[in-house]
């Protein structure tokens, strides 16, 4: 079975001020997908970015990175330089490939981690 | 850029009636799903369709729940019979066939007295 674990429940950072969130995932595939959503204070569902399990290159998107290690099942997610409106509960998720089960996909989902940006 | 949208956003009802939770996705996608989660808590998996089918269901969704594109547009859930329980916000999901990513809409809010 599937299993991500967001250990941080929340994180209280001044703005400017970089944040990581951590999330370790559990999956008995070999070929998997991670995510990291957003969900602001009005209660939708974000896409920020995802990762093959088969790529990882870590990346910069604008102010997000990520790090990807499969050797420790780990998809951490950083924040650079924080703003007011990057508060929010982030959600890591996982689905197993596209091509082993084409038609079901399922997200699985941390618990989530509240950010909290203050001024 | 095409959005998946939901209505109602918010809907009270009463123990033991029904509701339709609609959701229109995204014009190319073709597997839809359906989440749930309850206020405070984690995002929950209820069930996948494709091709007028459902895919894949979690134990969540039991027989009080049902699923359906009727008219090749909406994709609808179903509660017969409401619970307490069933107080959450749910959440459409949709996907095109050549991608990973499911895009969200933006919610219902149902709450249950």
């Known amino acids: 079975a599937q299993k991500v674990t967001q250990a941080q429940t929340e994180i209280s950072v001044v703005e400017k001020e970089d944040v990581t969130l951590d999330c370790v995932y559990e999956?008995?595939?070999?070929?998997?997908?991670l995510f990291w959503y957003k969900q602001p204070p009005s209660g939708e569902l974000v896409f920020l970015i995802r990762r093959n399990s088969f790529d990882e290159q870590n990346e910069i998107s604008g102010r997000y990175s990520w790090n990807f290690q499969k050797s420790t099942s780990s998809f951490n997610f950083t924040i650079t330089a924080s703003q007011v409106v990057d508060s929010a509960v982030y959600f890591c998720?996982?689905?197993?490939?596209?091509?082993?089960?084409?038609?079901?996909?399922?997200?699985?989902f941390g618990g989530g981690t509240r950010v909290l940006v203050k001024p | 850029e095409p959005e998946v949208t939901q209505t109602p956003s918010h809907q009270v009802t009463q123990m033991g009636q029904e509701v339709i939770l609609r959701c229109v996705p995204i014009?190319?996608?073709?597997?839809f799903y359906w989440y749930r989660q309850i206020l405070g808590q984690k995002v929950e998996f209820l069930v996948s369709?494709?091709?007028?089918?459902?895919?894949?269901k979690s134990e969540i969704f039991d027989d009080q729940f049902s699923v359906e594109r009727p008219d090749g547009s909406n994709f609808t859930l179903k509660i017969r019979s409401t619970k307490l329980e069933d107080s959450a916000m749910y959440f459409c999901?949709?996907?095109?066939?050549?991608?990973?990513?499911?895009?969200f809409g933006p919610g219902t809010r149902l709450l249950v007295l």
């Open positions: 369709f494709y091709n007028n089918e459902i895919s894949e």
């Open positions: 999956t008995r595939d070999t070929t998997y997908y």
């Open positions: 014009s190319n996608h073709l597997y």
């Open positions: 999901a949709t996907r095109a066939g050549t991608q990973e990513t499911q895009y």
């Open positions: 998720a996982l689905s197993e490939a596209m091509v082993i089960k084409a038609a079901g996909n399922k997200l699985t």
